[in-house]
């Protein structure tokens, strides 16, 4: 069936297994908390990027709603300095407007076109530092026409390392994205920029992968 398709075998097989691989996770120079949430009868992910020891950071995404949020928080983050969306659906965007909370008394960085009332928009290339953080924005819409993968690195950090929040673009074995797929060929091309060689990637859904290991097992991205 993979040959027909033109899938990845030796990634479908191992989809049908159970058994998909996934990289070992590689150092960085700040720390990652992922934030789990319930969501349907999967998860939703959000992420909290900091420098390590520090009581403050980023957030990436905000799961269906507050309380979800609240539930998965590290007691170590205190405060966020901004809040970055990659896209507006409702398991990634809830509570993102909301008011009474200090959370969200910060900066909230949304994609171009993003139909959001309470943030600003952050385009292509465009990038945000904060602290040793810099953070820059990729438009990669298919899944939804608004939406932005963010590349995260510390410029002068050493050892140095890249971290991939790529929403619902593209998952460990599987992908969200619709681009260039057509009915007689399921496989989705995904755009260089979020194919770099980040070190880790961190998706909207799912375990931690990286685009090398996806480039090399994920049977519908090419």
């Known amino acids: 069936m993979a040959a027909t398709l033109g899938l990845n075998e030796v990634g479908l097989c191992a989809l049908g297994c159970g058994q998909y691989p996934l990289p070992d996770a590689a150092p960085l120079p700040f720390c990652v908390y992922p934030l789990r949430m319930t969501h349907g009868v999967g998860f939703a992910n959000a992420y909290l990027v900091a420098d390590c020891g520090a009581s403050h950071g980023l957030l990436f995404d905000t799961g269906p709603g507050m309380k979800a949020l609240e539930a998965e928080w590290p007691a170590a983050i205190k405060t966020v300095d901004a809040v970055f969306l990659t896209h507006a659906e409702a398991e990634h965007a809830g509570g993102l407007c909301g008011r009474g909370g200090a959370l969200w008394l ?30 820059t924005a990729l438009s990669t819409p298919g899944h939804s026409s608004a939406h932005n993968c963010y590349l995260i690195t510390a410029p002068l950090a050493q050892p ?63």
């Open 106 to 135: 910060v900066h909230r960085l949304l994609p171009g076109w993003a139909e959001i009332p309470c943030g600003q928009a952050m385009a292509e290339g465009e990038r945000r530092k904060f602290g040793q953080l810099e953070v």
């Open 160 to 222: 140095g390392g890249s971290l991939l929040i790529s929403g619902d673009l593209i998952f460990a074995g599987s992908v969200g994205a619709a681009i260039s797929a057509t009915a007689s060929s399921p496989r989705i091309c995904v755009g260089s920029r979020c194919c770099s060689a980040a070190d880790r990637d961190c998706p909207g859904h799912g375990p931690l992968t990286t685009a090398e290991n996806e480039l090399r097992y994920n049977p519908f991205v090419v």
